[in-house]
């Protein structure tokens, strides 16, 4: 199996500019800031930063176009938090919870963190943060309590949160309406808060395993769920039976790239899995012919996300491949 590390040094520098920019800013800029009064605050350093990352054929008008967002941003607040190119610096480890992060990074992530929430004045209504940034607790429940109107989040490494944590991040966001999560192995204290407190919810995306405590907790719960997207995944039969049966209000489902097992697997003990290689997909097609769209990869045998998924055993190694094609998900509204 695969080792992976987060990149140590560059990671770490990346997110001391951020802040170090982002504070400094923040300082210098007042309630009724203007684009005029923003391009003096920016000093040469801060500019430079910014604008190495570029096209020079398109700066001279991104620039415009920057601090006319920038300023309008500082006036409203910012509605989309989105750390899905930032990653933590880490080392997996063997006992929980199985990774362990530089904490200089961790010190540097909340200031960023503080930076950001500062500017969003609470209008925040998406979280997006990359499948390696592992927040600690205390900077979950943080970004939690600052960002009380979340609509959509995308959050699944939850290797250092807490489950009364998660709980209480739930029931502080009535509005939300979509979550991209992990496949932990007890759903159903997530689910059941998700149903007593959020009334608009209707997306949901697992990335891992789908087996039947989770399918289980699901229905049970989440009976009116309309969008689930579960690509890439290790997926047991009996498990997606059973979510085709129960959720009567289903519209959308995605098992692209995903990967067949027997049923009963267990989730822990990968090298048991027993994969199956011809299966017959006319009684799980026929149950979804009720759906509005249904999306399913017909070309298994030769499809290299197919592959990809069956070899990290419903765990893509996201890091070895194209940059960014975590996000991808067949499904618009779930993609980022």
């Known amino acids: 199996m695969c080792s992976e590390f987060g990149r140590l040094d560059d990671t770490t520098m990346e997110v001391e500019n951020m802040t170090v920019m982002m504070s400094n800013l923040m300082k210098n800029l007042n309630n009724d800031v203007s684009v005029e009064t923003l391009m003096k605050n920016f000093n040469s350093d801060m500019s430079v930063e910014i604008f190495k990352y570029l096209d020079i054929f398109e700066s001279s008008s991104a620039i415009d176009r920057f601090f006319e967002a920038w300023c309008k941003a500082s006036q409203e607040g910012w509605q989309t938090l989105d750390f899905s190119m930032l990653k933590s610096d880490f080392i997996k480890t063997r006992v929980e919870p199985f990774v362990w992060v530089n904490h200089h990074f961790d010190n540097n992530l909340y200031n960023l963190l503080f930076a950001a929430l500062k500017s969003s004045n609470g209008n925040i209504k998406n979280l997006i943060f990359h ?82 405590r989770f399918a289980s907790a699901l229905t049970m719960h989440l009976p009116n769920l309309e969008v689930l997207s579960i690509r890439c995944s290790c997926l047991d039969m009996k498990a997606l039976a059973l979510i085709l049966d129960k959720l009567q209000h289903l519209q959308v489902l995605n098992i692209s790239h995903s990967c067949f097992v027997k049923s009963g697997f267990n989730v822990d003990d990968r090298e048991r899995y027993m994969f199956i290689n011809e299966i017959d997909l006319s009684t799980i097609r026929e149950k979804a012919s009720r759906l509005c769209e249904f999306f399913l990869c017909e070309k298994q045998t030769s499809c290299i996300m197919c592959h990809r998924t069956r070899d990290g055993c419903g765990f893509p190694r996201w890091f070895m491949y194209e940059e960014g094609i975590w996000k991808d998900d067949e499904v618009k509204s779930l993609a980022i």
Not at 139 to 158: G, I
Not at 199 to 211: P, R, T
């Open 131 to 212: 499948y390696n940034l592992f927040l600690t607790d205390d900077q979950f429940m943080y970004t939690a309590k600052r960002c009380p109107l979340v609509r959509r989040l995308v959050f699944v490494s939850w290797n250092r949160i807490k489950k009364i944590s998660i709980k209480k991040a739930i029931r502080g966001w009535k509005d939300l309406e979509s979550m991209t999560m992990p496949s932990i192995r007890d759903p159903k204290y997530v689910f059941e808060e998700i149903s007593k407190n959020c009334k608009n919810f209707k997306e949901l995306k697992i990335m891992g395993h789908l087996h039947m």
